[in-house]
């Protein structure tokens, strides 16, 4: 299975931008699907967005549609996550994984990395 590991979260005031990232170790990067969840303190993981293999489609939870931009560079082993005009109901510790599905955001392996945490105060 492929190591995962995120960064770029912080405190942020509402309105501001953070840009998440995430490295993978595996070679066959390039082969799969990615997708950013987020787990907010008493909730359930969610997922946020995700991009096929290629980076030439993305899906978006309605919620951040239109904020959240998600991207990806195969050559770097890299999955970004663009937040713009955050909110404090977007306070959560951010994950990165495989997904079966950049729709569905099914993760192909129950198996997370760290997380990064993302606070936006109001």
């Known amino acids: 299975q492929m190591q995962l590991v995120e960064s770029g979260g912080g405190l942020v005031q509402a309105g501001g931008s953070l840009r998440l990232s995430c490295v993978a170790d595996g070679r066959t990067f390039s082969s799969y699907h990615m997708g950013w969840f987020r787990q907010a303190p008493g909730k359930e993981r969610e997922f946020v967005a995700g991009i096929i293999w290629s980076g030439s489609s993305t899906y978006y939870k309605d919620s951040v549609k239109g904020r959240f931009t998600i991207s990806r560079d195969n050559a770097k082993n890299t999955v970004y996550l663009q937040m713009n005009s955050l909110k404090p109901e977007d306070t959560a510790v951010y994950y990165c994984?495989?997904?079966?599905?950049?729709?569905?955001?099914?993760?192909?392996?129950?198996?997370w990395g760290q997380g990064t945490q993302v606070t936006v105060s109001s």
């Open positions: 994984n495989l997904v079966r599905s950049w729709v569905t955001g099914a993760p192909l392996y129950d198996n």
